[in-house]
């Protein structure tokens, strides 16, 4: 065999050619040797490389400063060694480690190179998805860590967990020392968490420890929330959540929602906004030495709760800081500036709403309906735009639809100028028109379009009720016409009477006209009563067939009062005197809704009372529901309870009902008056707990206050001057009355 | 349906809870006010579950909810003890969970959160 100079080294590659990617070169970079490994790792055969410049697999993304550099080390007869991306016959690549050698001949004289390589592929790739995952992690808005056993945080953790922490590096500190530095107790309860975690390998307890740890924390001026995961190996991911922003986001909602609820309060008690804050005003500027400090109290003390029934919260808050600045002697004197600025700005708020004037208490400006509607979708906006507190803006749309309601007085009084006008074009000489009823009855928007279409009662009451002036002298009638409008509320219906002194109905002639439209039989119509015949002038077809005789217009327009007062759920009565005159009675039912809501509601308090008493007490008791005013010398107690509305949930045992309680309770004979407190308040806790759960659809928002004790004489006034419900419960050991109290 | 006892120092807890239980169609066996009268009573009448207040005051040298447990555990190593807690007991309910009970209730009880803890616990 003849082997050239450098036979051992070729040797050598050709021996261990099957694993080693080998290659030779000449002094230009002409292959003259390829290995087995080459031929399968590159793709090309033997015959395509022998000859061709090494570059044939040169990737592209390879740098030209890398090949630079290896020439440079290889021409002054250096080793090179180096990472390279190279180029497969197929277009793919390969990651090698190679090391290239020059070769010498005898003389010494470099005659080409040679190279052997380590396939890095794999590894390769590896890293860079590692950098990939690294990268996509940093740019992920939570930030995640990695920590073991001993509480220490691996090296691999998100960037953005050094920007909530507040930290420069984390890895390989203490876990518990990183997240709750500034918490002793919270490192306290972690650590044991975490130690007692590690020790038991039954996942479901791991979990519950899991759900133990703390949940969020903050540092500086970061909040975050912190997810916990079990990893394999002992090791536990957490996740860091920034809630900062969040949570001024939703700060900045709240005080927008107590803006609008500011706002409603204030537009619904217009004048009690208006005296509050002129008399604020006047407070303000008085001189503070000439009165005595305890008196400064007072005044500060009622003035904070006048502002929060009015929901002016910025300025109870400022009154509120007035106050402890006072109780701890830290008062400056100057409070009436800081109170001032308050005031303003809150006012600037209101005035942005309501308008310039509507505060001002000289001038009376009401707010247009257009205005209302404005303030309403508002509102729909902020509700839509935001999950907090939904529920609670919902009482604020439904408070502002409340103030949409209106006097039906006020609905009806257009007919005066209506009544005036047919009048005088009929020439029919007419008293003015009289409404008669409560001014303080209001509808809803709804009864617009029924009151609306009354208009066809008085026209037709005019137009062919009323006679003419010689008619009524003939029938020796006041020459005056008259009508006059009657609204009360009669149990639960609202009943409006529209009355009129004209000749009213003509009995036969209506039947004449039921029997030629063929609407029933001359057999039918023997047996229907007078009112069920007047009835049919409330028919379409009765109505629009009738043109051109007299009772033409009797009926026209009479169809869209039915329609309407159906929509309303309401009937129509007609009481007819010929000659003397025509009453049209409409009944329409209308409840009170807060009457009827917390009558449901004291009857669920009832009824869980009651539960209590016979299930777990064993006393029986009675129920009786007559309103009884609720009597001194019991032992009370009050619960406010806030929902849909405000309430003040009294509960009143008399004693020795309450001692049987006590007993049955803690076994305690003589309980003393502290006790007893305490269980009246604990009974009406698990009372209206209980009840709350019964009753969500009225009730579903409700939050339940902690037991206040009020002065028996607030108590009654609030009875005396609010809507409310009670009822009183009899045992054979005494009285309990329960009551719910809405306070406005 | 599985037959239960409550023990709490509170009437009205104690109470409450059972009226949960019963409509959940569980059979309240037992109402214990302490955690020496729990212990007793379990032994005798061997419940399927135990909801245990875990602050209590002491009775005949059992000062709390969790030596209550661990009193219980050493009866019967599988029983099935539900810590009923309020905010702020994360450590204690951590000792508890330690010590062999199989999980925990934050106040206010509700019927919902009794239901999802006993359809967790698997009842021979």
Redesign the interface.
């Known amino acids: 065999m003849n082997y050239p100079e450098n036979f051992d080294i070729k040797y050598l590659l050709e021996l261990y050619g099957d694993n080693v990617i080998a290659s030779m070169t000449n002094t230009k970079g002409q292959i003259t040797f390829v290995s087995n490994a080459y031929e399968k790792i590159s793709g090309y055969t033997r015959e395509e490389l022998l000859g061709k410049p090494h570059n044939i697999v040169r990737h592209p993304e390879m740098p030209s400063s890398t090949f630079k550099d290896l020439w440079s080390t290889i021409k002054k007869e250096k080793v090179w060694k180096g990472e390279v991306k190279n180029l497969k016959k197929d277009g793919g690549f390969y990651w090698v480690n190679a090391t290239v050698t020059p070769q010498k001949n005898e003389q010494g004289i470099v005659i080409g190179y040679a190279s052997i390589r380590e396939d890095i592929t794999d590894k390769k790739e590896t890293i860079e998805l590692h950098k990939q995952i690294e990268t996509i992690l940093n740019n992920i808005e939570d930030g995640f860590l990695i920590f073991n056993k001993d509480l220490s945080i691996k090296e691999s953790y998100s960037l953005k967990c050094l920007d909530i922490l507040g930290q420069n590096e984390i890895s390989n500190k203490n876990i518990s020392q990183v997240l709750f530095n500034n918490n002793l107790e919270l490192q306290?309860?972690f650590q044991?968490?975490c130690e007692?975690l590690f020790?038991t390998k039954d996942i479901?307890?791991q979990e519950?420890?899991i759900s133990?740890?703390?949940q969020s924390h903050s540092i500086n001026t970061k909040k975050f929330t912190i997810d916990y995961k079990i990893l394999p190996k002992n090791e536990i991911l957490v996740l860091l959540r920034d809630i900062t922003k969040e949570l001024e986001l939703e700060n900045q909602i709240c005080s927008e929602q107590q803006k609008y609820k500011m706002i409603i309060t204030i537009a619904t008690h217009k004048l009690d906004a208006i005296d509050l804050i002129e008399s604020f005003k006047k407070f303000l500027v008085i001189d503070v030495e000439e009165i005595e400090l305890k008196t400064l109290k007072i005044k500060l003390h009622t003035f904070k709760g006048l502002f929060s029934q009015l929901q002016m919260k910025n300025i109870s808050e400022a009154i509120h800081i007035i106050e402890t600045s006072i109780k701890y002697q830290t008062f400056d004197k100057s409070f009436q500036e800081k109170l001032s600025e308050v005031l303003t700005s809150e006012l600037k708020s209101i005035n942005e709403i309501l308008g310039e004037q509507y505060l001002e208490p000289t001038t009376s400006i009401n707010i247009e309906l257009d205005q209302l509607n404005k303030l309403e979708s508002t509102l729909h906006n902020i509700i839509n735009s935001s999950n907090y507190n939904k529920d609670k803006l919902h009482i604020l749309l439904e408070d502002l639809q409340e103030m949409k309601k209106q006097p039906l007085y006020d609905m009806l009084s257009i007919y005066s100028v209506t009544v005036e006008n047919l009048s005088k074009n009929l020439e029919k000489p007419m008293f003015p028109l009289e409404i008669l009823g409560d001014k303080h009855i209001l509808v809803k928007e709804d009864f617009r379009n029924f009151t609306k279409s009354l208009v066809h009662v008085f026209r037709n009451s005019i137009i062919h009720g009323i006679e003419d002036e010689a008619t009524r002298i003939e029938y020796n009638k006041n020459t005056l016409g008259k009508i006059n409008c009657l609204f009360e509320i009669i149990n639960n219906d609202l009943v409006i009477k529209i009355k009129d002194d004209g000749q009213g109905l003509n009995l036969s002639l209506i039947k004449q006209r039921i029997l030629d439209l063929e609407l029933i039989s001359s057999e039918e119509i023997i047996n229907l009563s007078e009112n069920e015949i007047f009835q049919f002038i409330f028919k379409t077809d009765f109505s629009t067939s009738l043109d051109i005789d007299e009772l033409s217009g009797r009926g026209v327009g009479l169809p869209s009062i039915v329609y309407e007062i159906e929509k309303l759920n309401g009937t129509i009565d007609i009481k007819n005197k010929p000659l003397k005159g025509l009453e049209f009675i409409f009944t329409i039912p209308f409840k009170d809704e807060k009457e009827e809501y917390i009558q449901d509601f004291t009857n669920s308090l009832y009824t869980q009372f009651e539960t209590?008493l016979v299930n777990?007490m064993t006393i029986q008791c009675t129920k009786s529901e007559n309103q009884v005013r609720l009597k001194r010398g019991f032992f009370t107690t009050t619960l406010n309870v806030t929902g849909k509305e405000n309430l003040l949930y009294v509960i009143k045992i008399e004693e020795p009902l309450l001692n049987t309680l006590c007993y049955t309770?803690?076994e305690e004979q003589n309980p003393n008056n502290e006790m007893k407190n305490d269980l009246i308040s604990?009974?009406a806790?698990?009372v209206i707990?209980?009840s709350i759960?019964d009753f969500p659809q009225n009730f579903g928002i409700a939050q339940l206050g902690t037991p206040i004790s009020l002065d028996q004489d607030i108590i009654i006034s609030f009875l005396n001057n609010n809507k409310s419900h009670t009822i009183q419960i009899d045992t054979q050991y005494g009285k309990a009355e329960l009551a719910l109290i809405i306070i406005d | 349906m599985a037959k239960i006892m409550i023990v709490d120092d509170a009437k009205i807890i104690r109470i409450t809870i059972k009226k949960h239980l019963e409509a959940l169609g569980h059979e309240v066996v037992s109402l214990a006010e302490n955690g020496f009268d729990a212990v007793e009573q379990y032994e005798k009448i061997k419940p399927d579950i135990v909801t245990m207040d875990i602050t209590m005051p002491e009775q005949n040298g059992i000062k709390n909810g969790i030596e209550a447990l661990d009193e219980i555990i050493k009866i019967d190593k599988d029983a099935n003890v539900i810590m009923i807690t309020s905010h702020g007991e994360q450590r204690m309910v951590m000792e508890a969970i330690s010590k062999g009970s199989k999980g925990y209730i934050l106040k206010p009880v509700t019927k919902e959160k009794l239901q999802q803890i006993i359809e967790k616990i698997p009842l021979s």
Do not use: C, R
Request: no cysteine; glycine share 8%.
């Open positions: 306290e309860t044991y968490g007692k020790e479901n307890i519950l420890y133990l740890l703390p209590f777990d309770f803690t604990e009974i806790n698990i707990g209980l759960q």
